[in-house]
């Protein structure tokens, strides 16, 4: 029951005081993540799959669903979005990409969501697990199998290399690099209240 309430509480959105800061949260997660997923690319060594050989979006997606509910899943499918469209302007690839974007920003906000409800920002939220399975592995895995069966059905990319490609992509660098970040940065912004607890606030 408390997961089909949350579940639901992702798609009905309230009105708050606080809509400006969040939205204000949400160009500013889009621009770093194109920032990242864009800098030092060279357009002429875009792969025919378009995945990336690292991509630095995977820690974005992870950490802005987390810290800040469906605001860091808007804000990581539409960077996704545009980095696609720069990089490499094929609709289908770019529209494909939205679904396993969502999927890997969603999961881990959809459990984190129940675990702050639970027991609010506290230490429990920080912790390595939790994040390695619903934040990394999980998410990825099922993101790479989405990505790999649309890329198999579009273009000549074998399936399980581009299942391959996807998780190296994605999940060393979400591990490496993400979780640090979150449990440093993501500490420090939960004490000053620049997190959102619900969905929307």
């Not at 920032?35 to 002429?44: D, K, M, R, S, V």
């Amino acid at each position: 029951m408390l997961m089909q309430r949350n579940l639901l509480g992702f798609f009905s959105f309230q009105k708050e005081k606080s809509f400006k800061q969040n939205f204000l949260i949400t160009l500013t997660t889009i621009g770093i993540s194109v920032i990242l997923c864009t800098l030092g690319f060279e357009p002429n060594s875009v792969p025919p799959d378009g995945i990336a050989t690292i991509w630095p979006g995977a820690i974005t997606q992870v950490i802005a669903g987390i810290l800040f509910g469906a605001w860091g899943v808007i804000a990581t499918v539409s960077a996704g979005v545009i980095v696609d469209i720069i990089n490499v302007n094929d609709l289908y690839i770019v529209f494909g990409f939205i679904i396993p974007a969502f999927i890997q920003s969603f999961i881990p906000a959809f459990y984190y969501r129940l675990l702050i409800k639970r027991y609010g920002w506290n230490d429990k939220i920080f912790r390595f697990t939790p994040f390695l399975i619903y934040g990394v592995i999980i998410p990825n895995v099922i993101g790479a199998l989405i990505a790999a069966f649309l890329l198999s059905s579009h273009t000549n990319t074998s399936f399980y290399f581009a299942f391959a490609r996807w998780t190296i992509a994605n999940i060393p660098i979400a591990l490496v690099l993400g979780w640090p970040l979150f449990k440093i940065f993501g500490k420090v912004m939960a004490d000053e209240g620049c997190v959102v607890s619900g969905w929307w606030k």
